[in-house]
């Protein structure tokens, strides 16, 4: 190499490294704007080298970030979805870390104008509330005289209430539709999956906050389609999650947590900014088989583990499915689970425009939790006093 080019690619090199950092820190798209960092470096260079060979290796090397960069652009701009901005909800004390969970949320914590922005429109704004134990908050007080059981309810931000107020939840519903017969937990969370329920269910999280040994109770987990997503460790905000794969039996075991492993550590979420990474290998990738398995197993096994610490008179599932073909409720099915479409509960429901998701939001609006409620109780699907032979 000429002793003239040296510090021309030491220049180079740095300027890379700066643009990126500055990039991924403070920009967005992070990924859009490195490329055109990128390409200025690899146009500008062309200016100070001599050689044809040099000269086309540039123009092949801007081309091809040109390419991809474009392409970012593209995936960015016709994003299926925006992000929006929430407001006085997340912060330092809101979600906090858990050694077994990943993270979880402060207990006795209230939220009273959790507000979200869509383009400066206001979408909703509402309260959330939190126990002792950093569950949202079902009803409080006294229960209905003779009232017995639990019903515990897993899931994502669905089950939590993202976008809804605390009595206008699902399973503040379910306790309120029931007479309040039956204490109610609400073990969802934003951005939970699976997994949380599994881990909630085999580290003695779940044991620590309810107290049903002698109780019958009602285990319901609500499932949506990105769960089979989340499961693998895909997404940025769950670095620390619990992580678990499937052994040569079909069943799903415990491994440890997902920052442990170089494919879905830092590295990982860091490329995960990229849309092309998304799309291909990252948090927006197509499902695979191998992710059907391992939500079916983890699911299977919280069924288990549920069976093996309670008197467990029923485990349902209710899956917002992601269309007419979508296969997995069978699959569940197949595998000993009981299992409700949420849209043969309430026809519309797969419309992100319908009155049972939040106008601007994808999450299920009151109508929809009202609506599942309401079907709980129809279906019987709640703590029941067993019926002795000498009854019937």
């Known amino acids: ?21 500055v990039c991924l820190k403070y920009l967005t798209p992070p990924y859009l704007w490195i490329g055109c960092g990128y390409l200025i470096i690899a146009l ?10 040099s000269k086309v290796a540039l123009i092949n090397l801007a081309a091809l970030i040109a390419t991809l960069t474009g392409f970012e652009w593209y995936l960015y701009s016709n994003r299926h979805y925006k992000v929006g901005r929430i407001e006085n909800v997340y912060d330092g004390q809101y979600t906090i870390h858990h050694p077994d969970l990943g993270y979880t949320v402060g207990a006795n914590l209230s939220r009273p104008n959790v507000t979200k922005y869509l383009d400066d429109k206001q979408i909703y704004k509402v309260s959330y509330s939190t126990n002792e134990h950093g569950l949202r908050r079902s009803m409080d007080g006294d229960r209905a005289d ?24 699902m399973p503040w519903l379910i306790d309120t539709l029931t007479g309040r017969r039956h204490r109610v937990f609400n073990f969802g969370l934003h951005g939970y999956g699976p ?42 905000w769950d670095a620390h999650g619990p992580r678990y794969l499937v052994d040569g039996r079909g069943q799903a075991i415990h491994a440890g947590y997902f920052d442990e492993t170089f494919t879905r550590g830092r590295v990982f979420h860091l490329l995960d900014e990229s849309y092309i990474f998304k799309k291909v290998l990252g948090s927006h990738r197509a499902r695979r088989d191998e992710d059907v398995d391992l939500f079916l197993a983890i699911v299977e096994a919280a069924k288990a583990r549920s069976n093996d610490l309670f008197d467990l008179q029923d485990f349902v599932v209710f899956y917002w499915d992601a269309g007419p073909l979508d296969q997995i409720p069978d699959k569940l099915v197949d595998h000993g689970l009981r299992v409700f479409r949420v849209h043969d509960i309430i026809p519309g429901s797969r419309s992100n425009d319908s009155v049972y998701r939040l106008a601007g939001d994808s999450h299920a609006s009151p109508l929809a939790n009202e609506k599942i409620a309401e079907f709980v109780v129809e279906r019987g699907l709640f703590p029941q006093h067993e019926t002795s032979p000498s009854e019937e």
């Open 146 to 169: 003779g009232h017995f059981g639990c019903i515990l309810v897993y899931g994502g931000s669905f089950t939590y209430g993202e976008g809804v107020n605390d009595e206008e939840t």
């Open 1 to 21: 190499m000429n002793a003239h080019r040296v510090p021309l690619l030491v220049f180079a090199v740095v300027s890379a490294v700066a643009i990126t950092v």
């Open 44 to 53: 500008g260079l062309l200016f100070f080298v001599t050689t044809s060979r």
């Open 195 to 236: 997994h949380h329920m599994l881990a909630s269910l085999e580290s003695g999280h779940t044991e620590s906050i309810v107290d049903c040994e002698d109780e019958p109770v009602v285990v319901i987990y609500q499932a949506i389609d990105a769960h089979l997503r989340r499961a693998p460790g895909l997404m940025p």
